[in-house]
């Protein structure tokens, strides 16, 4: 049965692809998690969510113009809660709500569009192209890079900012460009779970893993085992019972968050 | 030698009050000054110009000879312990993953080991950091704080929610590194008994510096050190405190 799924090219490219995204929120999701900013994934894809509306009503291709949106979105988030002095979940709030409704408005007044709209909205891993594959590899391999050069800044600055301030990190900078990276990820993203359930994959694997890790590094590669294992059953089971990828991947993550909360509260786990 | 500190006309102001005015002083090599006074006093304002943290100052700030407000090397000698921080009970980083944090490049991986074994933490070195008492946690800041081999420690109340035995073994530990490894030590605390045990220099302040000598003479007058540190406005509990004539001595070793 296995080899047989694993014989078609759209679910070699499904389970490529899912798995890659499932790594890079686990990493990108971890600075997120720590720092306080859980539903900033969320804001992000619903803004992007305007954007690809925008960028259908201009005739380009939908994902371009949700990078963009969701990159200025980003930043805009960010320079919200420093200059204004408005709280983190404020001001994802009402870029939350912001996006759906630019969306919900543009889509309105052009009438509708021919674009399944459903499949930014709840993610259409099955369906990716090789084109696809390929951004998604590269989008991955190239925010991997700039994480892994610049590993102890973003851990020092999402630890403690003053500290890594006064150790010379330009924690401002540092803050913007994960911001950025986070832009990114989300619309590299969307592919596999829709705007709806995008920060399931930011959050969920990281919080099982630092319930079960000790190190950071561990914890990291803690949960992206758990998002990766996750990514992979979650893409299976929905061929086997046709139902979308998406839920049944978020689904088994917050399986396997009730069973380590579970063993955890039973005293079956101690922390590694 | 360049002293390790020197604060010359330092005044800060935002929102339209004034958190320094007009403070001037130095801390010699091998120095252990406490800085004292309330809650409001700018003890923590004084530390961030002083760390490159706050640039919206008049005055100057020399950090080993150098103007802070034009580089930033000189902070490459001074370890900063901040106080009790406030991160996230589950952040998943280990004791020497913390320590790990303050390395400056060029820095060896065996100092991290070394540095545990003078704090005593060498036994905690896997655990998260989260899990550790208050007095703990401080003993892997100044770790990490250490690590570097500073020339210079800054301690911004750093007993602040430590128990009475850590607190003890805390104390045990600065003054080993003072009079032991010669590092200058600057540190601010309300408790007025450990600044007088600890502290061979104090400075006194209120927005501005009241007082900036010797601890042996600021202790001199018990009831005059606690007027001071611990009255909003000293000079006018000066006032309401007849036992007192004298009027608050202010001077500044500096000046």
């Given at each position: 049965m296995v080899f047989e799924v694993l014989a078609y090219d759209f679910m070699q490219r499904a389970l490529l692809s899912g798995a890659t995204i499932a790594v890079l929120c686990s990493v990108v999701g971890i600075f997120l998690v720590l720092r306080r900013f859980s539903l900033f994934g969320d804001a992000l894809a619903h803004s992007s969510f305007g954007g690809v509306a925008l960028g259908l009503l201009m005739g380009l291709y939908p994902l371009w113009m949700a990078y963009v949106i969701s990159i200025i979105s980003a930043v805009l988030i960010t320079r919200i809660r420093e200059k204004y002095d408005v709280s983190g979940d404020a001001a994802i709030a009402v870029l939350l709500s912001s996006g759906i409704a630019v969306g919900l408005v543009i889509i309105g007044l052009s009438g509708g569009?021919?674009?399944?709209?459903f499949s930014f909205l709840f993610g259409s891993i099955l369906l990716v192209s090789v084109d696809d594959t390929i951004l998604i590899l590269a989008m991955t391999g190239a925010i991997l890079l700039v994480i892994l050069a610049l590993f102890r800044q973003i851990l020092y600055t999402t630890f403690d900012e003053k500290q890594a301030k006064v150790s010379g990190i330009r924690v401002e900078r540092i803050t913007y460009l994960l911001v950025f990276m986070a832009g990114l990820t989300v619309v590299t993203a969307i592919q596999l779970v829709?705007?709806?359930?995008?920060?399931a994959l930011f959050v969920i694997p990281n919080v099982t893993a630092m319930m079960l890790g000790r190190g950071f590094q561990g914890t990291v590669i803690l949960s992206i085992g758990i998002s990766v294992s996750t990514v992979i059953s979650g893409i299976f089971l929905s061929y086997v019972l046709n139902i979308a990828p998406a839920g049944s991947i978020v689904v088994l993550a917050i399986c396997v968050l009730g069973a380590t909360m579970a063993a955890k509260s039973a005293g079956l786990l101690a922390r590694r | 030698m360049p002293r390790p500190i020197e604060v010359s006309n330092l005044s800060v102001g935002y929102a339209g009050v004034q958190?320094?005015?007009n403070v001037s002083f130095g801390v010699d090599q091998g120095e252990f000054l406490g800085i004292i006074g309330p809650n409001g006093a700018g003890k923590s304002t004084l530390f961030a110009c002083m760390l490159g943290l706050?640039?919206?100052?008049?005055g100057t700030v020399r950090v080993f000879g150098q103007n802070i407000h034009r580089s930033?090397?000189?902070?490459?000698?001074i370890g900063y312990v901040p106080q009790m921080m406030h991160f996230?009970?589950?952040?998943?980083?280990?004791v020497r993953e913390v320590i790990q944090l303050g390395m400056w490049h060029g820095?060896?991986?065996e100092r991290v080991d070394e540095v545990m074994r003078e704090l005593w933490i060498h036994e905690l070195a896997?655990?998260?950091?989260?899990?550790?008492?208050g007095g703990q946690q401080q003993r892997v800041f100044i770790a990490k704080a250490m690590v570097n081999d500073p020339k210079m420690l800054i301690l911004d109340e750093?007993?602040?929610?430590?128990?009475q035995a850590s607190m003890s073994l805390f104390y045990g530990i600065l003054k080993d590194l003072n009079s032991n490894h010669g590092i200058t030590i600057m540190w601010s605390s309300h408790d007025l008994d450990a600044i007088k045990m600890m502290s061979s220099h104090v400075a006194c302040l209120n927005?501005?510096?009241?007082f900036h000598g010797a601890a042996k003479e600021f202790f001199a007058d018990e009831k005059l050190a606690q007027i001071m540190c611990q009255c909003t406005d000293p000079s006018e509990c000066m006032e309401h405190n007849p036992g007192i004539a004298e009027p608050p001595p202010i001077r500044n070793e500096a000046s």
């Open positions: 569009f021919s674009v399944d709209i829709g705007v709806l359930l995008i920060s | 958190a320094l005015e706050n640039t919206q100052y008049t930033k090397g000189p902070l490459k000698k996230e009970r589950n952040f998943p980083v280990t820095v060896q991986e896997d655990r998260r950091i989260g899990e550790l008492s750093p007993v602040t929610g430590v128990d927005r501005t510096l009241y």
